[in-house]
């Protein structure tokens, strides 16, 4: 796409710095990160946006690029290209034709998301019909936040001026209230359950096999039996011995018949 078919926009407007924040799953930000950041370095000087992207610690990485509304045109039409030159290599038979779309997820505050649909979801239809890109909001927000997951697909250009839209519509309508950041989580411990010989994990809805995620060790656990009759505890398990000068002689020695005798003559 050419910058210059960037949608015009008033003049107070294009001075407003706006911030807008995608998910992006591990393998997927490494396209635009490069190797020792080079990727993303030249997106930051050509664009004129800052460019920042979340610790690897999670699986999911936060990518929020943040600057005017032209620059963030400019950065967002580098990151869907390159993203897109990384995604063509996984289709089949994607040489020479058309390229398969590709799909970014924003994250805009929930007291945004209705402007941005819109009357009667009238908006969201006007920036599908403009742009050709597939647009849908989440009903439910993200996970201990105040924002929502904007799907956006479609073909790089289409991408990027629904992108250049949303900015639009963010800045006729600013966030009302305090917004809650949506933060990803970091692959932690979790339960571990047994079956078939293979430990799993329980994320979200499903049952993950334990190689595949972070776990803490799992260790089987012990059948427990009853214990035979007149058996004794292990020796560890035994109380300390009673000594002479706290109980009684006749609580540790054994009644004998000569003992009993003395007892009943006594």
Known sequence: ??????????????????????????????SIIGKKGEIVKRFREE?????????GSCPERIVTVTGTTS??????TLICKKFEEWCSQFNEGGGGGSR????????????????????GGSKIKEIRDVTGANIQVASEMLPNSTERAVTISGTCDAITQCIYH??????????????????????VAGPVILAGGQAYTIQGNYAVPAQDAVCAPV????EMKPPLAGALPPHHLLPPPLHDHLVSRDLIEPLTPPRILRRILR
């Open 166 to 187: 949303i900015c639009c519509v963010m800045l006729e309508s600013p966030p009302k209230g305090a917004t809650i950041p949506y933060r990803p989580k970091p692959n």
């Open 219 to 222: 260790f089987p656990l012990l």
């Open 47 to 55: 664009s004129g946006a800052k460019i920042n992207i979340s610790d």
């Open 71 to 76: 620059a963030i045109f400019k950065a967002f």
């Open 1 to 30: 796409m050419d910058l210059e078919k960037a949608p015009t926009l008033h003049e107070e407007d294009s001075k407003v710095t706006l911030t807008i924040r995608l998910i992006m799953q591990g393998k997927e930000v490494g």
């Open 100 to 119: 398969a779309p590709i799909t970014l997820r924003l994250i805009v505050p929930a007291s945004q998301c209705g402007s941005l649909i819109g009357k």
